[in-house]
């Protein structure tokens, strides 16, 4: 806060007007402030006013110039009139004894003397007396008056001011006649020295180096002998001034002079008695902090120091800095932790917080969190956060109480507001077959048409009882005698218009699904147009707000990019062809520029081509025993695609299996799970009842046509991807879709040489896409070839959504692609005469 004045004399708080008084010898004013440093009123025609003392409602000045004491109300900060006149530069005042006492005479002339007032004269004089300052005192040269906030004490505490040695007195006022009755050496040529207010020690500043060391210090003394105690408090360069507080704890506060330096400290503030400990420090980048510019606030949580501005040469340079201090806790317990800041998770939330600035007496021993929901949560004394886990997706604050063997803090000031996320991360499993009504296994036999099973998911291979939101499932049905389709949905909810996946007579379809757990731990699967035999097997499971918090299992979506074609290896044998041989097991590297090492699971699209033999293909982490279960299914000269949610095994491989004959294997990623150590952000899962997006046979945009794209813009709050069902349906030729993000222009870019879904004439096919949609809130499907529909209903969504989902707000459009992408399987797709057999 910047004081409009050229010089400073000195600081004065009062704590029955709650202001802050600056005096300006130069200025001829004093500047009156509120508590906060705001200036009230700048009294002027104060000639070379310098020293100040309050008693009662009235300010003493000493006014250097003119010799008088003069007088200011302080309820209407004006003058009255002046206390006294005549007194020979009037030095620093103090109210002891019943008196208001001063000195006169000027510094280095050897002729000061102390002088009184008897305030309730009617018509006030100064007594000065003779004989009390002398050579062996050393205060006849230049006498200070210590800081005192004893209420009237009958003694005052002074000090020779620019000597070397100083020298300390205790000057007894009680009599008629003021005594000197102690006298000790003390350190060289202080500015400042300040008594406690326990009257049991006083600390004083000093310009030489502290006992033992090579920096400077503050150092303490005992009042009853003026001694030495011993204690020091550090100072970085010259210390110049000092005050002391019991309000709040017993503190002690140091200006320091400061090069013109930033780094440089001007303020450090202490308990007394414990100089390990700094409570507050400060750095205004000030030239130097003006000698006996350091005061306290009544509350004792404020310092207030004067100093100049930086790199100030001429004119009003003279500033007031305000530094916050703590609370001490009487009874030597820790003041409260700062800083307390919050970071949302998903039903969770990470709190940290800065150690108290103030350990208490004894080492701080742990710390307690308090969310403003009510739960809490304890760590140890090495510990700077907490992570509460529980939350409801609500509002919360959080405070933290910092406890040692003493006791503990009052609790600290509340974290900023945060609201848990809603949704789960994701905990991959090793594919598990939970359902085959081919053997009955899982309490189904086979499924008839237009019916509906409910699966018991919760407390099953791997999903726990409690704590899920929804399952990531591969679901395949096989044996059918007609076409048809299923729906997958929470069990206990309605079934939507949505489905999971399309079958034909006589197929073998396979497809993930990520649904919704029902309250009951179950899933339903509905079966329409002909009876079949389903076979599901779990992939792994989202968790819901009481067990998704960690930094785990978050999703990162990616565009999506070719990791591995078999039919093109670059790498192992000069490009030559490679496809999967009869039994064989291929471990497919994952982590590269974009897949770190610490991802937990990849989402892939996994595609065969030109198989020779009726088969299947498993995918699991490479280490770990292959399960029984299987990813997708095929037919000599098919090409088929499914997605893959997998954990990646040992050094970073994912292990894909072919039973029989030879395949080739066409591997896209679009997203990772992050695991420990996580670089990467990612996003929780939010589902519910799929819901349909878009059905182009609906749609005024009608069939995606060869080389055209539909763009869809999504409305609602900002998400980071999107869990899609896309089924083609009614095409014309062979050919595949590409599901992939936008990048703002709108599909005015080629699309990736990726694909999602395989199709022949005629047929309907479904694939799970997981899409990412944080760019630009949009995505785009692309056709190759012929003309086809396209279905696309949400199963769910990643990203801060709270309170489930709805149908988001969409635009879609029909638009021509500028570039087709090449080296994507097409012919030999899945026929609507197949027969596989599933694993």
């Known amino acids: 806060m910047a004081l409009g004045t050229r010089s400073f ?57 003119t010799g008088d004491i003069d007088r200011i109300d302080t309820g209407t900060l004006t003058e009255t009139s002046p206390l006294v006149s005549g007194l020979t530069q009037p030095g620093d005042l103090a109210y002891a004894g019943g008196r208001l006492w001063t000195t006169t005479g000027a510094c280095s002339g050897s002729t000061m003397k102390p002088a009184s007032i008897d305030l309730s004269a009617v018509t006030p004089t100064a007594t000065t007396y003779d004989g009390i300052f002398d050579n062996t005192n050393k205060l006849s040269y230049c006498a200070r008056f210590a800081s005192d906030h004893a209420t009237n004490p009958t003694y005052i505490l002074l000090f020779s001011s620019g000597l070397d040695p100083v020298t300390f007195n205790y000057m007894d006022v009680s009599g008629s006649t003021p005594s000197i009755t102690k006298t000790a050496a003390g350190g060289s040529n202080p500015s400042d020295v300040t008594v406690t207010a326990d009257e049991v020690h006083f600390i004083g500043t000093a310009v030489d180096y502290c006992p033992n060391t090579n920096t400077y210090c503050f150092r303490e003394y005992k009042l009853s002998d003026l001694s ?60 130097e902090t003006t000698r006996r510019g350091i005061a306290i606030s009544p509350n004792g949580l404020t310092a207030y120091a004067v100093g100049q501005s930086p790199n100030c040469s001429y004119g009003p340079c003279e500033e007031l800095n305000l530094v916050d201090m703590p609370a001490l806790p009487a009874n030597g317990a820790p003041s409260p932790p700062t800083n307390v800041t919050a970071g949302a998770g998903v039903g969770a939330a990470m709190v940290s917080w800065h150690p108290p600035t103030y350990h ?141 996946l399309n079958f034909a007579r006589g197929s073998t379809v396979p497809n993930l699904v990520q649904v919704a757990i029902g309250p009951n731990g179950k899933v339903n699967i509905f079966v329409a147009g002909a009876a079949a ?159 349909r997006l878009f059905d182009s046979r609906a749609h005024a945009g009608g069939k995606l046509g060869p080389g055209y794209f539909y763009d869809f813009t999504l409305g609602g709050p900002q998400l980071e991807g999107l869990a899609l069902n896309v089924t083609a349906t009614n095409p014309t030729s062979y050919g595949f879709l590409t599901v992939y993000p936008d990048n703002g222009t709108h599909g005015q870019f080629p699309p990736p040489s990726t694909s999602d879904l395989n199709f022949g004439p005629g047929q309907t096919v479904a694939n799970a896409c997981l899409v990412r949609t944080q760019d630009a809130m949009s995505f785009n499907v692309y056709n190759a070839y012929g003309s086809t529909d396209i279905i696309i209903d949400v199963d769910g969504v990643y990203g801060t959504l709270t309170g489930g989902f709805n149908g988001a707000a969409s635009t879609a459009k029909n638009l021509k692609e500028p570039q087709r992408a090449a080296n994507l399987p097409v012919r030999g797709s899945s026929s609507p005469r197949m027969a596989t057999t599933p694993s």
């Open 533 to 691: 035999d389903l076979i599901v097997d779990v992939e792994g499971w989202y968790g819901d707000s009481t067990d998704s918090y960690g930094p785990t299992g978050l999703y990162y979506p990616m565009p999506p990019q070719r990791q591995y074609d078999s039919r093109f290896i670059s790498t192992a044998n000069g490009n030559l062809h490679q496809p999967l041989g009869p039994g064989e097991t291929r471990a497919v590297y994952m982590f590269g520029s974009t897949i770190g090492s610490w991802s937990e699971a990849v989402v892939l699209n996994v595609t065969v081509t030109a198989p020779t033999r009726v088969g299947f293909l498993t995918v699991f982490p490479t280490g770990t025993s292959r399960p029984v279960a299987s990813n997708l299914n095929f037919v000599p000269g098919q090409t088929v695609a499914n997605r893959v949610i997998v954990p990646v095994g040992i050094d970073g491989n994912v292990s894909f299996y072919n039973p029989a004959g030879n395949v080739d294997i066409v591997i896209d990623v679009s997203g990772f799970f992050t695991g420990f150590g996580a670089t990467s952000d990612g996003a929780p899962f939010i589902t519910g009842n799929p819901v």
């Open 228 to 287: 030495f105690d011993g204690l020091t408090y550090p100072a970085q360069r010259f210390p110049i001034g000092a005050d002391t507080t019991s309000s709040n704890g017993a503190k002690f506060v140091g200006g320091i002079s400061a090069a013109n330096s930033v780094a440089d400290t001007n303020l450090a503030a202490y308990p007394i008695g414990d100089p390990s400990q700094v409570i507050a420090s400060a750095s205004f980048g000030q030239y």
């Open 360 to 500: 208490g007496t004894s080492p701080i021993t742990g710390y307690t969190v308090y969310s403003s929901g009510g739960t809490t949560a304890t760590v140890g004394a090495d510990q700077l956060g907490a992570l509460l886990a529980g939350l409801a997706s609500t509002p919360h604050t959080f405070t933290v109480v910092a406890t040692n063997l003493q006791g503990s803090s009052v609790p600290s000031a509340p974290s900023n507001s945060v609201t848990p996320l809603a949704g789960g991360t994701y905990n991959p499993l090793n594919p598990s077959r939970m359902l085959d009504t081919r053997s009955g296994y899982g309490g189904f036999h086979r499924v008839g048409a237009w019916s509906t099973i409910s699966l018991q998911v919760a407390g099953r291979k791997g999903v726990p009882a409690t704590g899920w939101s929804a399952a990531a499932l591969n679901v395949t049905v096989t044996n059918t005698l007609a076409a048809g389709f299923l729906t997958v949905y929470p069990s206990g909810s309605p079934r939507p218009t949505a489905s999971s």
């Open 9 to 65: 004399g000195r600081i004065l708080v009062d704590p029955a007007s709650l202001q802050v008084f600056v005096s300006s010898p130069g200025d001829n004013s004093i500047v009156v402030l509120d508590l906060n440093g705001n200036i009230i009123k700048t009294i002027t025609g104060e000639s070379g006013a310098n020293a100040m003392v309050v008693v009662g409602s009235t300010l003493y000045v000493s006014l250097q110039n």
